[in-house]
């Protein structure tokens, strides 16, 4: 029997995860697979022991948390030199890495298509020497999630940070960027700035044309000139107004960008504190592989 090494975070989300561990074994079983759990603690220390014994009879890592989970756990890989395949059970706020996979947010049938499914290569952004899958970020939205109680981001979801965003607006203060690429500049002042190789930050889609295979990192400026300019475009977002960028927003596609700042801020990958500026930033095609769930095959031949 082939072996998963299952990872889980206990405090992700609304804590769920603890309620499914037994039907979520029961089914990889079913499937005839041979479950290996560890549960993530979160010290002081990089827990590099959840991989201790992976070796080529491991299938796949089966990862239940968010978005900053499913980071740790790649950059633990990455450390290590560790190619498994990853799939991913959504089980954080909004996990946005998830959705880009396709998995469905109800754990059995994630399962169960997870199992169904095909391993596909997927980019990675590295920002210095830190990995990302979904998002970098520095700015309003930034601060938020960082700020955000966890039990408040539990209850209220994604909520929590539009909301969170919007009542920091009368005293953010922009900042003063620089960014340099082969594909596109920019200089000037910045609300917020992204750096996807996903789509989506708090499941609000920014980046309407990334695609996570295409050896690209899609750069997202909202400048914030004027307050009436930055309200609209925050709510050209939260209404999905997908296939074009509105006033006030600088787009464009690169593999490599470096990243200035004229003050001390903050930045933010997955989720998670990133690293301070200047910061460089590449598009590694290929770099991991990922298990995209399919349509359970009997529901797809029947049409349903």
């Given at each position: 029997?082939?072996?998963?090494?299952?990872?889980?975070?206990?405090?992700?989300?609304e804590?769920?995860?603890?309620?499914?561990?037994?039907?979520?074994?029961?089914?990889?079983?079913?499937?005839?697979?041979?479950?290996?759990?560890?549960?993530?603690?979160?010290?002081?220390?990089?827990?590099?022991?959840?991989?201790?014994?992976?070796?080529?009879?491991?299938?796949?890592?089966?990862?239940?948390?968010?978005?900053?989970?499913?980071?740790?756990?790649?950059?633990?890989?990455?450390r290590?030199?560790l190619?498994?395949?990853?799939?991913v059970?959504?089980?954080?706020?909004?996990?946005?890495?998830?959705?880009?996979?396709?998995?469905?947010?109800?754990?059995?049938?994630?399962?169960?298509?997870?199992?169904?499914?095909?391993?596909?290569?997927?980019?990675?952004?590295?920002?210095?020497?830190?990995?990302?899958?979904?998002?970098?970020?520095?700015g309003l939205?930034?601060?938020?999630?960082?700020?955000?109680?966890?039990?408040?981001?539990?209850?209220?979801?994604?909520?929590?940070?539009?909301?969170?965003?919007?009542?920091?607006?009368p005293?953010?203060?922009?900042?003063h960027?620089?960014?340099?690429?082969?594909?596109?500049?920019?200089?000037?002042?910045?609300?917020?700035?992204?750096?996807f190789?996903?789509?989506?930050?708090?499941?609000?889609?920014?980046?309407?044309?990334?695609?996570?295979?295409?050896?690209?990192?899609?750069?997202?400026?909202?400048?914030?000139?004027?307050?009436?300019?930055?309200?609209?475009?925050?709510?050209?977002?939260?209404?999905?107004n997908?296939?074009?960028?509105?006033?006030?927003?600088?787009?464009?596609?690169?593999?490599?960008?470096?990243?200035?700042?004229?003050?001390?801020?903050?930045t933010?990958?997955?989720?998670?504190?990133?690293?301070?500026?200047?910061?460089?930033?590449?598009?590694?095609?290929?770099?991991?592989?990922?298990?995209?769930?399919?349509?359970?095959?009997?529901?797809?031949?029947?049409?349903?």
């Amino acid at each position: 029997m082939q072996k998963v090494r299952f990872i889980y975070n206990p405090k992700s989300g609304e804590t769920v995860i603890s309620e499914w561990l037994d039907h979520i074994i029961e089914i990889y079983q079913g499937h005839g697979y041979t479950v290996v759990p560890y549960r993530l603690c979160f010290g002081d220390t990089e827990e590099t022991d959840m991989f201790d014994g992976v070796d080529q009879s491991y299938h796949h890592a089966l990862i239940a948390g968010g978005d900053g989970t499913v980071n740790y756990v790649v950059n633990v890989m990455k450390r290590r030199g560790l190619d498994v395949p990853v799939a991913v059970l959504p089980t954080g706020t909004a996990n946005d890495f998830a959705h880009v996979l396709g998995v469905p947010s109800d754990l059995a049938k994630a399962c169960r298509r997870i199992l169904n499914g095909e391993i596909r290569t997927m980019d990675l952004g590295r920002a210095n020497d830190e990995y990302f899958v979904n998002v970098f970020s520095c700015g309003l939205f930034t601060d938020v999630s960082q700020k955000t109680p966890t039990i408040l981001k539990n209850t209220f979801g994604k909520l929590a940070y539009y909301f969170g965003g919007l009542g920091e607006l009368p005293n953010f203060r922009k900042m003063h960027i620089s960014i340099e690429s082969a594909h596109g500049n920019y200089e000037g002042s910045s609300l917020i700035f992204f750096v996807f190789n996903g789509r989506t930050a708090g499941q609000m889609r920014f980046a309407y044309l990334s695609e996570p295979d295409d050896g690209l990192l899609d750069v997202i400026v909202i400048k914030g000139d004027s307050p009436i300019e930055t309200i609209r475009t925050i709510f050209h977002f939260i209404k999905r107004n997908n296939g074009s960028y509105p006033p006030g927003v600088v787009y464009f596609k690169s593999d490599d960008v470096t990243l200035y700042s004229y003050s001390e801020e903050s930045t933010d990958i997955d989720g998670q504190p990133g690293p301070r500026f200047p910061v460089h930033i590449t598009c590694e095609a290929g770099a991991l592989r990922v298990i995209c769930p399919v349509a359970d095959r009997r529901k797809k031949r029947s049409g349903k």
